[in-house]
């Protein structure tokens, strides 16, 4: 099946404790998006990667850190910086052509302790 | 830069009712717009989009939204909801190029027998 994964689904950690998560997708897509999701905030932006080996911050990158050293593979790094991190996280992938649609995993719910 | 409306936090309707789900958006130029559904846990499932052309999209589930650019709007309608319509509704617009994309603090709708 083509589609996008994210894991674990949960993750607890620590307050001050890094944590990766994991997104990966088969869909042969060119671009990868992270986005934060908080009760009645919608999605913000955190990251995005448009090719392999180049990202650009989003609207609220400050505290997070990726890497796009695969295609099919954009890890996001909550770091001991981002002073809010409980949150939901959602990546996404998208083909890259400009009416492309933008398609998404299924989340990671990160509560920091 | 681009923003997006969605004036109802919460919506109540009974099976078999007509639904509408109100959507602004604010963008200079022709946007690309965007519906998406979540359930709860969930990640996003994009039920239709709008780039150009026919200004009344079909999507899948049986909803449709019509553009309206002289209100800057793109509500999504329904002609009869089902218990399984409940979840929450995002609206977003997009610019194209990386296609930033922006989301609305989506609306939950709630389905009552």
């Known amino acids: 099946d083509g589609g996008i994964t994210q894991s674990p689904k949960y993750l607890f950690r620590k307050e001050g404790q890094n944590v990766t998560l994991s997104c990966e997708q088969n869909?042969?897509?060119?671009?990868m998006y992270w986005y934060r999701q908080d009760p009645g905030q919608g999605l913000r932006l955190i990251y995005y990667?448009?090719?392999?080996?180049?990202?650009q911050k989003g609207d609220i990158a400050e505290g997070y850190s990726v890497s796009r050293e695969k295609k099919e593979s954009f890890p996001l790094t909550v770091t001991s910086a981002q002073k809010n991190p409980t949150a939901f996280y959602l990546c996404?992938?998208?083909?890259?052509?400009?009416?492309?649609?933008?398609?998404f995993g299924p989340g990671t719910r990160l509560t920091v302790l | 830069a681009q923003s997006v409306t969605q004036p109802d936090i919460h919506i109540t309707v009974s099976e078999g009712a007509s639904l509408e789900l109100r959507c602004n958006y604010s963008?200079?130029?022709?946007?690309?717009l965007f519906w998406y559904v979540q359930s709860p846990g969930q990640g996003l499932q994009l039920l239709l989009k709008?780039?150009?052309?026919?200004?009344l999209v079909q999507g899948i589930k049986g909803f449709e939204a019509e553009f309206k650019r002289s209100q800057s709007s793109f509500n999504l309608r329904k002609p009869s909801v089902h218990w399984s319509d409940a979840a929450e509704y995002f609206c977003?617009?997009?610019?194209?190029?990386?296609?930033?994309?922006?989301f609305g603090t989506g609306t939950k709708l709630q389905v009552i027998p």
């Open positions: 996404a992938s998208r083909q890259g052509g400009r009416t492309d649609t933008q398609y």
């Open positions: 869909l042969n897509h060119d671009a």
């Open positions: 990667s448009q090719i392999v080996n180049d990202f």
């Open positions: 963008y200079g130029a022709t946007p690309y």
């Open positions: 709008y780039f150009s052309g026919d200004t």
């Open positions: 977003a617009v997009g610019t194209g190029g990386y296609q930033k994309v922006t």
